[in-house]
């Protein structure tokens, strides 16, 4: 299959601006391939994060999430990313879905 990142808005973040919605939940669906060549150990990579931090900063009440992070990173799960908490005191110990075996 092909890998995906996903990213989730809903109508309950107040502070987290760049995730709220008014319309309910939704979940923006993109092929991991998009990042190729943007990990954090690419200059490329280096200066979109720095942008996107940069103008999350200005938008945001809440400073970015911890668990944000490279999609390159093994030391970083994904899922943690797909709906951040309101706050940064919050994380979320383990994935909320069931793993499922490889068949």
């Known amino acids: 299959g092909e890998p995906l990142f996903l990213v989730a808005r809903a109508p309950f973040y107040e502070r987290r601006r760049s995730r709220h919605t008014p319309h ?10 998009v990042f190729e060549g943007l990990s954090g150990m690419s200059e490329e990579g ?5 942008v996107i931090r940069d103008r999350l900063a200005e938008y ?3 400073p970015s999430h911890p668990d944000s992070g490279d999609y390159s990173d093994p030391r970083r ?4 990313q797909y709906m951040l908490p309101e706050t940064n005191a919050e994380s979320v110990a383990r994935c909320p879905l ?3 075996s490889r068949r």
């Open 24 to 33: 309910g939940l939704e979940i923006t669906v993109q092929p991991a391939g």
């Open 77 to 80: 799960h994904e899922w943690k």
């Open 46 to 50: 280096q200066y979109a994060r720095s």
């Open 98 to 100: 069931p793993e499922r």
């Open 60 to 62: 945001d009440s809440v």
